[in-house]
């Protein structure tokens, strides 16, 4: 598969991404702009709960340590659900 193919099958994907650093998360999300057909940004991980329950998202990225609600839990309430 080469990086055209890649690039299409990824721009039809939505992805939540959960971190709570402002610096890592902005330039993270300036990079994903260019693979994914949407992102949600979240600060931590209630707030991404709040954004799974309200919507499918194909690909889930997420910080470990966060103020709230750390990444584990959120993957854990995740598949729970």
């Known amino acids: 598969m080469n990086t055209k193919d890649l690039l299409s099958k990824?721009?039809?994907l939505n992805?939540?991404?959960v971190e709570d650093e402002v610096s890592i998360r902005e330039s993270s999300y300036e990079f994903f702009a260019n693979y994914f057909?949407?992102?949600t940004v979240c600060n931590d991980?209630?707030?991404a709960?709040?954004?799974y329950e309200k919507s499918h998202y194909?690909?889930?990225i997420t910080d470990?340590?966060?103020p709230v609600m750390?990444?584990?839990d959120l993957i854990s309430y995740i598949r729970e659900h």
């Open 45 to 47: 991980g209630a707030q």
């Open 37 to 39: 057909n949407s992102i």
């Open 49 to 51: 709960i709040k954004a």
């Open 10 to 12: 990824s721009k039809i």
């Open 64 to 66: 470990i340590l966060m």
């Open 15 to 17: 992805l939540l991404y």
């Open 70 to 72: 750390n990444g584990i």
């Open 58 to 60: 194909d690909i889930i």
